[in-house]
């Protein structure tokens, strides 16, 4: 948008925020965790409007668009990304931002976009839970409340082996040993499981620690 007015400029980072705020809503309702907190929930809502800013300053003048590059070469995140899907969530609340900047139906365009790949990738999710199956492991990086279960083996158990909750499973040679260790989000699939594999021949011990 070229040279918009102060009450356009008002409504373009008020749209920007509320952007950011929708994708933090979207992942909210996809029990990712850790974007739950506030340093997560400011940032989502901070991080269009600032690259909006931005990008309506510096566009057209390449000396400011230099002297910007020189001055935001120093910023430096110095927080670790806890996973790749938490470094593509704030690529895209950037492009959101240049979206807005650019053509306020563009960046919304994009919001909805991204919102409805996590919401629908959720409901898929949940059907395919449903029956019977599951198309994601969990992981200890998504923040969610697990349950942790720890199993050491004199021999190998295909059932725990072919689990879609396995995170990891070591064999030791002398003497041999397998020892597997899965997380669940619901404690009676645990308790089931324990069922399951509690008499079965080569179990030595079954640890569990249930989430507080």
């Not at 949940?126 to 349950?147: D, M, Y």
């Amino acid at each position: 948008m070229e040279n918009p007015s102060n009450l356009e400029y008002l409504f373009l980072i008020i749209l920007s925020i509320i952007c950011g705020l929708g994708v933090r809503t979207s992942l909210e309702f996809a029990n990712q965790r850790w974007a739950m907190t506030y340093h997560h929930t400011m940032s989502y809502a901070l991080l269009p409007p600032v690259t909006m800013v931005i990008t309506t300053l510096i566009a057209g003048n390449i000396a400011l668009s230099l002297g910007m590059i020189g001055a935001l070469s120093i910023v430096r995140f110095r927080n670790p990304v806890k996973n790749p899907f938490e470094l593509i969530i704030f690529f895209a609340l950037i492009t959101v931002g240049i979206g807005i900047a650019v053509n306020f139906k563009l960046g919304l365009a994009i919001t909805l976009t991204v919102i409805l790949v996590i919401v629908l990738a959720k409901f898929y999710d949940k059907f395919s839970e449903k029956k019977g199956k599951k198309i994601f492991s969990l992981s200890f990086e998504e923040g969610s409340t697990v349950h942790i279960m720890e199993i050491k083996s004199k021999v190998k158990i295909e059932l725990l082996s072919e689990s879609n909750n396995l995170v990891q499973v070591y064999e030791s040679k002398d003497p041999k040993h397998f020892n597997y260790r899965l997380i669940f989000q619901n404690k009676e699939e645990v308790n089931k499981l324990k069922n399951e594999i509690e008499n079965k021949e080569g179990i030595e011990n079954i640890e569990i620690r249930y989430a507080s």
